[in-house]
């Protein structure tokens, strides 16, 4: 069985990252896309959706096995009971890592919990580093990369030799705010 923290280098710090959910509305997916051009990210960005040709300069593609390059990071920014076939289609192309940013996933109950705990095994088979669900995303201010699903408008602000790991979105969201120290 592959070991999941093998590709923890894939999730924090990618050389391509592929958005499920991408879109030119206002969505976290467009904010993502946005976060990595204002950052200084060079590595590809792949938005996913049938429904455009391009988002934001990005040619986008209608699944993710549609793309013919390895992706590090797959950023899930679509509901809840899409995520299960993502992740098993991420699985079979060799996505490295996965965050899912949704809820109604074991914090609801039976239900929710049963699809997590499918979620959690799948991605245990197969390598693949976990982020969420019902999370904000991570953030690399030393390699510039991004899967925060709040605006980020410049990484340097926020460069220093403090790494946070926060269970609380608000408490992260706080203090990314307050940069001055």
């Given at each position: 069985m592959p070991?999941?923290a093998?590709n ?20 976290i997916g467009?904010?993502?896309i ?9 590595g ?16 986008c593609?209608?699944r ?18 899409r995520?299960l076939?993502?992740?098993?289609m991420?699985?079979?192309?060799g ?5 899912i940013y ?7 109950g039976a239900?929710?919990?049963e ?11 197969a ?5 969420g669900?019902?999370c ?6 030393h ?5 925060y ?5 410049d990484?340097n ?13 608000s408490?992260?969201?706080g ?7």
């Amino acid at each position: 069985m592959p070991d999941p923290a093998q590709n923890i280098d894939r999730l924090l710090a990618p050389r391509s990252i592929a958005i499920i959910g991408a879109s030119e509305k206002p969505s976290i997916g467009r904010t993502l896309i946005d976060s990595l051009s204002a950052c200084g990210y060079s590595g590809a960005i792949y938005p996913v959706n049938p429904k455009y040709e391009s988002i934001r300069g990005h040619p986008c593609y209608s699944r993710l096995d549609d793309i013919d390059a390895r992706i590090d990071v797959l950023a899930l920014a679509v509901r809840r009971d899409r995520v299960l076939e993502q992740l098993e289609m991420a699985a079979a192309t060799g996505v490295g890592a996965a965050v899912i940013y949704g809820g109604g996933f074991a914090e609801i109950g039976a239900a929710g919990g049963e699809l997590q705990a499918q979620i959690i095994g799948l991605c245990n088979d197969a390598g693949i580093a976990l982020c969420g669900p019902n999370c904000m995303g991570a953030i690399n201010t030393h390699q510039p990369s991004q899967t925060y699903m709040m605006p980020i408008r410049d990484l340097n602000e926020l460069a220093g030799n403090v790494a946070l790991i926060s269970q609380s979105g608000s408490v992260t969201f706080g203090m990314l705010a307050d940069v001055r120290r």
